[in-house]
């Protein structure tokens, strides 16, 4: 069992940035990548990024790479999503995940995910 608690999203002007993270909890141990979803109205989730816990090997969606960056913090067991340059089609609920084994970093197939944290992108 692995809990995650999101923070950091809120409303940001088209062009900012914004930084989300995510607080693993539980057995932690058991995390081998942890990964960013969003899902906007109408539009079905996509994964954002991804990254592998024990390589820090990472992947981003085209459509937010050179933009975004995926990363952790071992020792408080935290991954963070940094945003650059956001448009309004980054506007989305961002959810945090976990996956205990290693299905790929492009898999969207995850077991344990947070609760949502909304980003809104005004122009």
């Known amino acids: 069992q692995v809990q995650l608690v999101e923070s950091g999203g809120r409303l940001v002007q088209a062009g900012g940035s914004l930084r989300l993270s995510c607080a693993a909890s539980?057995?932690?141990?058991?995390?081998?990548?942890m990964g960013w979803f969003r899902q906007a109205p109408g539009k079905e989730r996509e994964l954002v990024a991804s990254?592998?816990?024990?390589?820090?090997?990472?992947y981003y969606a085209d459509s937010v790479k050179g933009r975004f960056t995926i990363s952790r913090d071992n020792a408080k067991n935290t991954v963070y999503l940094q945003m650059n340059s956001l448009k309004p089609e980054d506007a989305a609920v961002y959810y945090c995940?976990?996956?205990?084994?290693?299905?790929?970093?492009?898999?969207?197939?995850?077991?344990?995910w947070g609760q949502g944290t909304q980003v809104t992108v005004s122009s």
């Open positions: 995940a976990v996956s205990i084994r290693f299905r790929g970093l492009a898999s969207v197939q995850y077991d344990y």
């Open positions: 539980g057995r932690t141990g058991s995390i081998n990548t």
């Open positions: 990254i592998r816990w024990s390589t820090s090997s990472t």
